[in-house]
């Protein structure tokens, strides 16, 4: 499984960014994909995720401000980051677990600023 992260950039504080997450394999194999992020202090935090039934699930920073979803017949799932702030600030990952493996995006580099 190949998972490639793209979408991030600069945005202003209150502005929106779209990331994508596309993989080599269906994602309906997939019982989950979840949004990582890496802080600029080291710290590697749980966004959101997203189960092959739909359900979602957000870290409570962001709730409300983003939104995952997945596009099944381009096998990505989507991350809508609305209303960003300057702890937003952080190289996103997304990552799933297939077959007791992990496997994770490259990342992506989100810089908001004031």
């Known amino acids: 499984v190949q998972l490639q992260a793209y979408g991030g950039g600069l945005a202003q504080a209150g502005g929106s960014l779209t990331l994508s997450c596309v993989s080599s394999r269906n994602i309906l194999d997939f019982n989950a994909v979840t949004w990582y992020r890496r802080t600029p202090g080291g710290e590697r935090e749980w966004v959101a995720r997203i189960h092959n039934n739909n359900i979602e699930s957000y870290a409570a920073s962001v709730n409300g401000r983003f939104r995952i979803t997945r596009d099944d017949a381009r096998n990505t799932v989507h991350l809508q980051m609305n209303n960003l702030k300057l702890e937003d600030t952080a190289v996103y990952y997304c990552?799933?677990?297939?077959?007791?493996?992990?496997?994770w995006g490259q990342g992506t580099q989100v810089t908001v600023s004031s």
């Open positions: 990552h799933t677990n297939v077959e007791r493996r992990n496997y």
